[in-house]
């Protein structure tokens, strides 16, 4: 199993920066895509920024620009760096990774616990 651990929500002023960092941790496994999805009070989950393992990148239009994902293969880590944050941004944000169990050979799909990222007015 790969467990996912985030961090670095929080509070902010619309206008404000905030940077998430996630860090998987588990035996013999790969990670091929890691992502931030969040979910706001109230709705469905969203996707918000996608990574691919060669570095591609893949954004919700309504981040592109003021969001960006980035990742560490070395460290199997995934961040997300917030700026220009909206009211509309708060949402509990979760990392997602997917890749394959390798000594096992079988696909894996985890999710953090999530952290909460509120954006006042």
């Known amino acids: 199993q790969v467990q996912l651990v985030e961090s670095g929500g929080g509070m902010v002023q619309a206008g404000g920066s905030l940077r998430l960092f996630c860090a998987a941790s588990?035996?013999?496994?790969?990670?091929?895509?890691m992502a931030w999805y969040r979910q706001p009070p109230g709705k469905q989950r969203e996707m918000v920024a996608r990574?691919?393992?060669?570095?591609?990148?893949t954004y919700a239009d309504s981040v592109k620009g003021r969001f960006t994902i980035s990742r560490d293969n070395a460290q199997n880590t995934v961040y997300l760096q917030m700026n220009s944050l909206k009211p509309e941004d708060t949402a509990v944000y979760y990392c997602n990774a997917m890749g394959f169990v390798l000594s096992a050979f079988r696909p894996y799909n985890s999710w953090g616990q999530g952290t909460q990222v509120t954006v006042s007015s």
């Open positions: 588990g035996s013999s496994f790969s990670i091929d895509t």
């Open positions: 990574i691919t393992s060669s570095g591609t990148t």
